[in-house]
């Protein structure tokens, strides 16, 4: 088994966050002790109050970015990093460096590895491989919902083993509480109905083989 190297440069933690900096900091208290020697890269959309303890956390501030485009963006500047453990700001992974790299260390780039709460994404691992071969997040699903349907039937077409692993399952886990503390941000109806239209069904319901059917 290898182990970790100081300073890891083999994947690094991306978070988008909006309106929960009061979750985000719980875990981020907790990350700089399971992660020390992983860079993690802050996505903020809402001007927050983030507490910076920890000399490997970078804060990038936008403004109202939807999930896809935070996803985008975070990873646009992280292209360095063979793999990106992509985690919510309402949960915590406490897990260790090293739970991560014996996965990285499988050398199957051709992986996505995901949390096994099913159809949830709260915490999942994604090579560069991967994202250059499926392309970017679809920008066009606003706010939040259904880019990572689109996303997971995106991967199938282009053959990516999909893997859901306990070895991502977060030890606290909340579900949509920023949707919670903003129901204004549930974009889920519009980008259902976008979904429909770019793929001929709705998700496990696909007809289309190419977006929008057009060859």
């Known amino acids: ?13 991306l978070i988008p966050t909006i309106n929960r900096a009061d979750l985000l900091n719980e875990a981020l208290f907790v990350y700089q002790y399971c992660f020390p020697n992983t860079y993690i ?8 109050h983030i507490d910076n303890d920890n000399n490997r956390l970078f804060i990038l501030k936008e ?3 939807g999930v896809a485009e935070s996803w985008n963006h975070l990873i646009s500047f992280n292209d360095v990093y063979d793999y990106m453990l992509i985690l919510n700001d309402d949960i915590v992974l406490n897990t260790s460096e090293q739970v991560i790299y014996d996965i990285i260390n499988k050398d199957d780039k051709n992986t996505f590895y995901v949390c096994q709460q099913k159809n ?3 915490a999942f691992l994604l090579s560069k491989f991967v994202y250059q071969k499926v392309g970017a ?3 066009n699903f606003e706010r939040c919902y259904y880019e990572d349907n689109d996303y997971y039937y995106r991967m199938l077409l282009k053959k990516v083993n999909y893997n859901y ?6 030890t606290t886990y909340r579900n949509s509480q920023t949707i919670a503390k903003n ?6 109806h519009k980008n259902r109905l976008y979904y429909i239209e770019k793929w001929g ?13 057009k060859f």
């Open 120 to 122: 949830n994404w709260s």
């Open 63 to 65: 403004n109202g970015l």
């Open 165 to 170: 692993t306990h070895q991502l399952n977060p």
């Open 201 to 213: 069904g709705e998700p496990n319901f696909e007809t289309f083989t190419n977006p929008f059917n």
């Open 1 to 13: 088994m290898q182990t970790v190297p100081i300073y890891n440069s083999k994947f690094c933690i």
């Open 137 to 139: 997040f679809d920008e």
């Open 183 to 188: 129901p204004e941000l549930n974009n889920s």
């Open 41 to 48: 890269y802050v996505l903020d959309n809402g001007n927050q």
